[in-house]
Each structure stands twice: as structure tokens, then as C-alpha cells.
């Protein structure tokens, strides 16, 4: 089958790779539906992550099972189903305690599952997915295309907009920046606006995602940056930062102003996959009262309730989706949304 490889900086390859079989009683095969490129990988394709090797990469995907081992019970052959961008069994004490992506059974698309066996990257034609009873979420019936879109941002950044969300305590009456204009900031705002959040403060430089901003629930745009951002953020309320800020970037630059946007009290949340030094600035949190949580989001957690919502028509986080390409373009994929033509590209097998 064909699938995507990195090779490094810039080199992302579309090459024939071993077709994926049952190899543990819990596995299942997934032919892939829909997959995309995420922020995250572009970390690798940037350098700021090193590539060791060549490996797999890819950790959103839909698709069909095509096969179930021995000991699958949830999931039978022909189901439509979403792939969260981790491994987890839904059933450990972490799992249990809503934390999938400490799952103790874990494990991560392109890596090794917990008997050392090699697991595919989710942008290929094919998956071997272990523990699939506890990592895949089956569609009540096959959806209708367009549809699949939506689907498929609940395998990663609608799940994690929620969760920033979530971590920040966005809320009926509350105000809200989201730090990020990529998809997953514009996930968040979509999320915080379904959380009931009263004013909604999108930081965007680019015109087409601040026209998307709007439409997910933005009321208020700021397109600077530092202090001329946070400067503004307070202009629009009143004087004061922001009862919830979501972090969805990951530099040290995008954390400060996450945080300088903060009002005393409030709360920050955070979901950037972490490069380029980020840190906390401990004594300006002490005094200011403003916390901090988040972390890499367990949407296996929020999965079934997003895809409720998802399914009745209540959001419609697939608009992210400004590109679609086939899997054998992926290495263009790749390059339209490192260079900002591309909010979110999807790829199609």
C-alpha cells in the first residue's frame, strides 16, 4: 500500500509500505476514508523536531474496518469509524479518569504498540490500529461525504479547541482570546462559543481565517501582537484581560501573550504542542492569581459528546478544511500549510 514518509527537513514522501494485518488478538484494519496534515507535523517537517530516519507519520484519520482480531467485540467489518490521534484501551485507570493520552495500554500512531510492534501512520491507504476497541469511536450509521470533513477534525482539533476550552473554563457569561489561528484555534472558538462564552476575541493576522473566526462564534478580531495585542484585548474589555485564554500555537512568544491577555484570576489554557523554549513565567502567575492548565488533549474523552453535537447539525468544525488533496500530493499538502495557503488540508487515499 502506499503511505506517507518523512525523511526530514522539507522531504515528505508518498512510498509503498507493507499492507497492515491482524497481529494481536485486539487489532483491527482500517481502510482510510480521510487523513490530514496537522500543525504538529509540521514541527518535524520544519526542523524543529529532528528526524532521526525515515518513518511513518500521520495521526488523523477516518476510514471503515476492514478486519478485527480475535478479542475485538465493539467493532465488526463494514463500520464507519474516527480514529483519535492516540492509542488507548478506555478502560485503564487513566482512561477512566478521562486522561486517554496517559492510556498504561497507550501508544501513538507511527510508533510502537506495548509488545513492541511497529504501528502505521494514519496518512496511508491502510492502518493496523491495536487496542481498537478502546481507541476507535464507530459512527452510529455510515455518514453521509459531507459529513466526513467534521468527522475528521474529531480525531484531533475540534477535540483539542475543546479541550483548551475546557482547561481555560470558558463558560456562559465569561470572555474569551484564542491565541492561534490555525485550526485548532479555530476549533477553540467554535468550542467556546458552544460552551456559551459571552465575547470571543480572535487573534488573526490572515483574512480568511478571521472571516472563519467569525462564522465559528468570534465577536471581536485583534491582529496585533505583544504588547499592541494584549493593549487592544484590554481596549475591548474594559480595561481587563480575559476571564479564559486558549493557548493553541506552542512557541514561548504565543504562551506570554496567552498569559499577558489573562485577566487577575483568570485562566489559561493551553494545547500548543510545546518548540522553541517555551516556559512559564512563574512570578507573574503567582502575582496576578492566573492559572494555568491543559496539555496534550484526550479526545478520546470528548469524542462521543462532540460527535453528538456533530451529527445533529449543532457545529460544524470540518470548514476548517480549505484544501483537499489526494494521498500521493501529500508532499504538497505539507508545503501549502507550512506557507499559510492552507488553514487545514485534508488528504484522500
Known sequence: MRATVIHGPGDIRVEE?????????????????????????????RGVIETASPRRIGHEFVGVVEEVGSDVTSLRTGQFVIAPFALSDNTCAHCRYGVHTSCASGAWWGGEDEKGLQIDGGQGEYVRVPVADGTLV??????????IPSLLTLSDVMGTGHHAAIAAAAAPGRSVVVVGDGAVGLCGVLASRRLGAERIIAMSRHADRQALAREFGATDIVEKRGDEGVAQVKELLGGLGADAVLECVGTKESMQQAI????????????????GGSELPIEQLFSNNVSVGGGVAPV????????????????????VFDLELPLDEAAEAYAAMDQRRSIKTMLRP
Open 17 to 45: 509500505v507493507p499492507d497492515p494485518e491482524i497481529r494481536l488478538p485486539g487489532d483491527a484494519v482500517v481502510k482510510v476514508v480521510a487523513a490530514c496534515v496537522c500543525g504538529s507535523d509540521l514541527w518535524p517537517y
Open 138 to 147: 464507530a459512527t452510529p450509521e455510515t455518514p453521509e461525504v459531507a459529513d
Open 300 to 319: 478520546r474523552a470528548y469524542l462521543e459528546e462532540l460527535l453528538a453535537d456533530t451529527l445533529a447539525g449543532a457545529i460544524d468544525p470540518g470548514r
Open 260 to 275: 499577558d491577555a489573562t485577566r487577575p484570576g483568570g485562566r489559561v489554557g493551553y494545547v500548543g504542542v510545546p518548540a
